[in-house]
Protein backbone atom coordinates (compact mmCIF):
# COMPACT_ATOMS: atom_id res chain seq x y z
CA UNK A 1 0.00 0.00 0.00
CA UNK A 2 1.28 2.99 -1.02
CA UNK A 3 0.11 6.28 0.46
CA UNK A 4 0.56 9.91 -1.44
CA UNK A 5 -0.86 13.18 0.55
CA UNK A 6 -0.80 16.02 -1.11
CA UNK A 7 -3.01 19.58 -0.75
CA UNK A 8 -0.54 21.29 1.75
CA UNK A 9 0.34 24.88 1.35
CA UNK A 10 0.78 28.26 3.22
CA UNK A 11 -3.10 29.92 4.07
CA UNK A 12 -3.48 32.90 6.09
CA UNK A 13 -5.27 32.34 9.72
CA UNK A 14 -9.02 32.09 8.95
CA UNK A 15 -8.07 30.31 5.85
CA UNK A 16 -9.12 26.62 4.38
CA UNK A 17 -6.96 24.01 2.80
CA UNK A 18 -8.05 20.87 1.16
CA UNK A 19 -5.65 17.95 1.97
CA UNK A 20 -5.84 14.92 -0.33
CA UNK A 21 -4.43 11.48 0.51
CA UNK A 22 -4.46 9.18 -2.76
CA UNK A 23 -3.88 4.98 -1.91
CA UNK A 24 -2.83 2.82 -4.29
CA UNK A 25 -1.42 -0.42 -4.89
CA UNK A 26 -3.15 -3.36 -2.58
CA UNK A 27 -6.29 -1.30 -1.93
CA UNK A 28 -8.57 -4.15 -0.91
CA UNK A 29 -6.14 -4.11 1.77
CA UNK A 30 -6.86 -0.99 3.38
CA UNK A 31 -9.47 -0.43 6.18
CA UNK A 32 -9.98 2.41 8.71
CA UNK A 33 -7.59 5.40 7.99
CA UNK A 34 -6.80 9.07 9.63
CA UNK A 35 -4.89 12.17 9.79
CA UNK A 36 -1.92 12.79 11.65
CA UNK A 37 0.04 15.63 12.25
CA UNK A 38 3.52 16.45 13.76
CA UNK A 39 4.72 20.08 14.41
CA UNK A 40 8.57 20.05 14.85
CA UNK A 41 10.18 19.70 18.56
CA UNK A 42 6.92 17.77 18.75
CA UNK A 43 5.53 14.57 18.87
CA UNK A 44 2.75 13.25 16.09
CA UNK A 45 -1.10 13.47 17.02
CA UNK A 46 -4.11 12.26 16.00
CA UNK A 47 -6.00 14.96 14.10
CA UNK A 48 -9.00 12.54 12.81
CA UNK A 49 -9.51 9.27 12.05
CA UNK A 50 -12.37 7.63 9.35
CA UNK A 51 -13.72 3.69 9.39
CA UNK A 52 -13.89 2.04 6.44
CA UNK A 53 -17.71 2.43 6.73
CA UNK A 54 -17.30 6.50 6.98
CA UNK A 55 -17.81 6.69 10.58
CA UNK A 56 -15.38 9.78 11.61
CA UNK A 57 -13.43 11.10 15.01
CA UNK A 58 -11.97 13.89 15.45
CA UNK A 59 -9.43 15.53 17.73
CA UNK A 60 -11.30 18.09 19.90
CA UNK A 61 -8.90 20.99 19.30
CA UNK A 62 -10.15 20.27 15.71
CA UNK A 63 -13.68 19.26 16.05
CA UNK A 64 -16.10 21.67 14.32
CA UNK A 65 -13.14 23.13 11.49
CA UNK A 66 -12.21 19.80 10.08
CA UNK A 67 -14.10 17.57 7.98
CA UNK A 68 -12.67 13.90 7.12
CA UNK A 69 -14.08 12.12 4.34
CA UNK A 70 -13.28 9.38 2.11
CA UNK A 71 -14.27 8.48 -1.60
CA UNK A 72 -13.54 4.48 -1.42
CA UNK A 73 -14.26 4.70 -5.93
CA UNK A 74 -11.63 6.83 -6.23
CA UNK A 75 -9.42 5.20 -3.63
CA UNK A 76 -9.28 8.20 -1.61
CA UNK A 77 -9.39 10.58 2.06
CA UNK A 78 -9.89 14.04 2.39
CA UNK A 79 -9.01 16.56 5.38
CA UNK A 80 -11.56 19.45 4.45
CA UNK A 81 -9.55 21.93 7.09
CA UNK A 82 -11.74 25.38 7.78
CA UNK A 83 -10.80 28.26 10.05
CA UNK A 84 -7.35 27.42 10.48
CA UNK A 85 -5.32 28.53 13.24
CA UNK A 86 -1.02 29.24 13.24
CA UNK A 87 -1.21 26.64 15.85
CA UNK A 88 -2.15 24.29 13.08
CA UNK A 89 0.90 24.45 11.44
CA UNK A 90 2.76 20.97 10.83
CA UNK A 91 3.60 18.40 8.86
CA UNK A 92 0.82 16.52 8.07
CA UNK A 93 0.38 12.54 7.11
CA UNK A 94 -2.42 10.36 6.23
CA UNK A 95 -2.31 6.56 7.50
CA UNK A 96 -3.68 3.40 6.47
CA UNK A 97 -4.84 0.15 9.02
CA UNK A 98 -5.31 -3.25 7.43
CA UNK A 99 -7.17 -4.72 10.11
CA UNK A 100 -10.76 -5.55 10.77
CA UNK A 101 -11.95 -2.78 13.07
CA UNK A 102 -15.23 -1.71 12.16
CA UNK A 103 -14.61 2.15 14.18
CA UNK A 104 -12.37 4.75 13.61
CA UNK A 105 -9.06 3.99 14.91
CA UNK A 106 -6.89 6.64 17.16
CA UNK A 107 -3.77 4.70 18.09
CA UNK A 108 -0.82 5.73 15.68
CA UNK A 109 0.45 2.46 16.86
CA UNK A 110 -2.41 0.77 15.13
CA UNK A 111 -1.64 1.86 11.28
CA UNK A 112 0.25 -0.54 9.08
CA UNK A 113 0.87 2.03 6.56
CA UNK A 114 1.73 5.89 6.27
CA UNK A 115 2.58 8.69 3.54
CA UNK A 116 5.25 10.96 3.44
CA UNK A 117 3.69 14.23 4.29
CA UNK A 118 2.50 17.25 3.18
CA UNK A 119 3.48 20.43 4.97
CA UNK A 120 0.42 23.21 6.22
CA UNK A 121 1.90 26.54 7.76
CA UNK A 122 -0.68 28.94 8.98
CA UNK A 123 0.05 32.51 8.51
CA UNK A 124 -1.06 34.97 11.76
Known amino acids: VQLVESGGGLVQAGGSLRLSCAASGSIFRINAMGWYRQAPGKERELVAA???????YYADYVEGRFTISRDNAKNTMYLQMNSLKPEDTAMYYC???????????????????WGQGTQVTVSS
Open 50 to 56: ISSGGSS
Open 95 to 113: AADTGYSIVPISMVDEYDY
